[in-house]
C-alpha cells in the first residue's frame, strides 16, 4: 500500500447519507418502460417496474443552479482523496419483491469499503457503497452494492 | 412456458437488438432525470468532453441486460440478482445486442445462472454481467 488513503478517509468508512424517501408513480414506470423499449406489458401498463428502474428514481432532483456546466448534479459523497477522476464501476442488485405504483420506499445509501489497488496504468482507489431500498414499514425491497473507481 | 427441467447449460438466451435514437436517449435520460450534455447535446459532447459522437447511458445498456433475462424468463420466474459493468463506451448510430447464455442450473434450488453481455457491431463485449433467476 502506498498509503493514498490517510485515516481521515478512512474514517468515512460505515458512513451513510440521510435517507432518502421516493413514492413510485404508474406514470413514471410507463415513460421509464417506453424509453429503455420493454416489451413486456406488466412494465408497459405500469404495474409492475423493470428491475433497472431504480436507478432512475434514486436520482436527486437538484434545483437547476446547482447543475454544473455538464447538466450534473454533483453528488460528492465520497471523502476527499488525492486521486479526482471518479469513473462508474460494476453494480450488483438483489431483488427481493417487485417495485409498484404507490409504493413509498427508503433508500439509504452507506459507503461500505475504500480499498487501493495497482492498476496498468498507475494507483486506483475503489469505493464500495451499499444501499438497501425498504417500504416505510421496513419490508426489504432491494439491496445494491456498487463500485466507483477513483483514478 | 419455461420449466427449469428444460434448461440446459450453454443454452443461449435470445438476443435483441437495440439502436438508440436522439429520442430515445432524450426520454430515457429525461425519464431517469439526467441532465448530462453528452446524451443530447452533440456539439458539447464533441467539443468540451471529447467523445466522437452522443453518448448512450451505461445504465441504459444495463436495462437492456436485464431485459434479455426477463423477456426469456417471462412470468415463469422471478429476478433475483444482477450485475452489470460498463467496460467501454457507445455512441448514437452504433447497434448494441443484448446476449446472454446459461452458465448454471441449480434444480434442487429452482435457480439459473446467467451470463450476460452488451455486444458492439466490431463483436466486443463492452458490458458484461450476470443474473440469478428463481423458477417458480
Not at chain 1, 476527499?80 to 450488483?92: N, V
Not at chain 2, 446524451?39 to 437492456?64: C, F, M, N, S
Not at chain 2, 455512441?91 to 439459473?112: F, I, K, M, P, W
Amino acid at each position: 500500500m502506498s498509503g493514498l488513503i490517510d485515516a481521515a478517509a478512512r474514517a468515512w468508512i460505515g458512513r451513510s447519507q440521510p435517507p432518502v424517501t421516493v413514492e413510485v408513480s404508474r406514470r413514471d414506470i410507463q415513460k421509464y418502460a417506453v424509453a429503455t423499449e420493454q416489451r413486456q406489458a406488466r412494465y408497459l401498463n405500469g404495474d409492475e417496474a423493470p428491475p433497472m428502474f431504480l436507478f432512475g428514481l434514486l436520482r436527486p432532483v437538484a434545483p437547476l443552479d446547482q447543475l454544473g456546466p455538464d447538466g450534473i448534479a454533483q453528488d460528492s459523497f465520497l471523502p476527499e482523496l488525492p486521486l479526482k477522476r471518479i469513473m462508474a464501476g460494476g453494480t450488483k442488485l438483489t431483488y427481493h419483491r417487485p417495485i409498484r405504483p404507490g409504493d413509498i420506499l427508503v433508500a439509504t445509501r452507506t459507503l461500505a469499503d475504500i480499498q487501493e489497488k495497482q492498476g496498468g496504468t498507475g494507483p486506483l482507489i475503489f469505493l464500495t457503497y451499499q444501499l438497501r431500498v425498504e417500504t416505510q414499514d421496513g419490508e426489504l425491497v432491494v439491496e445494491e452494492t456498487a463500485t466507483r473507481i477513483v483514478r | 412456458m419455461n420449466r427449469i427441467s428444460a434448461v440446459k447449460v450453454g443454452a443461449t438466451l435470445p438476443e435483441r437488438a437495440y439502436t438508440a435514437t436522439n429520442v430515445s436517449l432524450f426520454l430515457y435520460n429525461a425519464a431517469i432525470w439526467n441532465g448530462h450534455r453528452i446524451h443530447y447535446d452533440a456539439r458539447y459532447t464533441t467539443e468540451v468532453e471529447k467523445h466522437p459522437e452522443i453518448v448512450i447511458d451505461g445504465p441504459l445498456q444495463g436495462d437492456w441486460l436485464s431485459q434479455c433475462v426477463l423477456d426469456w424468463l417471462g412470468e415463469d420466474g422471478d429476478l433475483v440478482s444482477f450485475e452489470y459493468a460498463n467496460r467501454r463506451a457507445a455512441y448514437l448510430g452504433e447497434t448494441l445486442t443484448a446476449t446472454g447464455s446459461v452458465t448454471a442450473v441449480d434444480a434442487a434450488a429452482g435457480t439459473v445462472t446467467i451470463e450476460l453481455g452488451i455486444r458492439n457491431e466490431a463483436g466486443q463485449i463492452i458490458a458484461p454481467g450476470a443474473a440469478t433467476v428463481r423458477f417458480r
